[in-house]
């Protein structure tokens, strides 16, 4: 089995060692295609206005000067030799649940490997952050393995991903897994606004918001309560249950 992976990090993450590692449990055909530099929150966007470059690190390894959505197309495109079998995109620094999955490059990234028509993951670890990083990577590096291998015996439908996020707690500590619907958010982004050494202004996006309200069932949820949280994720973005109000209304 053939995997590619990639991620939104950079080629240089800890989340993407870690991803590798367990991708060899799996299979000995690795190959990685990740982006040059740190490109979270860049969702699924291309890069269209400027030439991609790629620079091979190490055998079956290559850093992109573009995003996840680049990495992916370049490797099943270009990098890769031969066909890939399984799209692994992570691990990611952070969690990716409820309606920030739209910001996420780590999903993105398994959206563009399910466009290709490819089985495609993404995996993202929950962290505390307390002006420094502490992010329980042996949660994910354990209990990943087991996981992607019932994954890989599953009967996927077209243009479908699987989202998983682990909790932020020991891996001894979490209490099995869950699959969850997507949650939701007030949303929590904000401006601050700050000055550089000639006063002039200059602006930060900032995380505001506050903890989402109890919601059983879903991804936010599952982490709460120390669950793995498995999410399936459609690139159809149709609200099909308004479609015929919608059409309703307007002929009236």
Not at 89 to 107: E, H, L, P, R, W
Not at 175 to 201: W, Y
């Amino acid at each position: 089995m053939r995997i590619l992976l990639t991620n939104d990090d950079g080629i240089h993450a800890h989340g993407l060692t870690v991803l590798e590692e367990v991708a060899r449990t799996l299979s000995d055909d690795i190959w990685i295609v990740a982006p040059e530099t740190d490109q979270s929150g860049l969702a699924h966007s291309l890069t269209l206005n400027h030439p991609l470059r790629a620079r091979e690190v190490r055998e079956k390894t290559f850093a992109v000067t573009g995003t996840p959505t680049d990495c992916v197309i370049m490797g099943v495109r270009q990098l890769v030799d031969g066909p890939v079998d399984l799209v692994l995109s992570g691990i990611n620094a952070g969690q990716n649940v409820g309606d920030y999955v739209t910001y996420s490059g780590t999903v993105a990234g398994a959206m563009e490997g399910a466009l290709l028509g490819i089985r495609s993951i993404a995996l993202s670890q929950a962290f505390n952050f307390d002006h420094h990083r502490n992010v329980p990577w042996d949660t994910a590096r354990t209990l990943a393995p087991a996981l992607l291998q019932q994954l890989l015996d599953l009967d996927m439908p077209v243009d479908t991903l699987i989202n998983i996020n682990f909790p932020n707690c020991p891996p001894s500590e979490v209490e099995g897994n869950t699959v969850a619907s997507q949650g939701k958010f007030e949303h929590g982004l904000g401006i601050g606004e700050r000055a550089d050494g000639r006063g002039m202004p200059y602006y930060w996006l900032e995380f505001i918001g506050k903890p989402p309200v109890h919601q059983p069932g879903t991804d936010i949820d599952a982490l709460v309560n120390k669950q793995i949280a498995i999410t399936p994720v459609r690139m159809d973005m149709t609200h099909h249950a308004f479609l015929q109000n919608l059409k309703a209304h307007l002929k009236g």
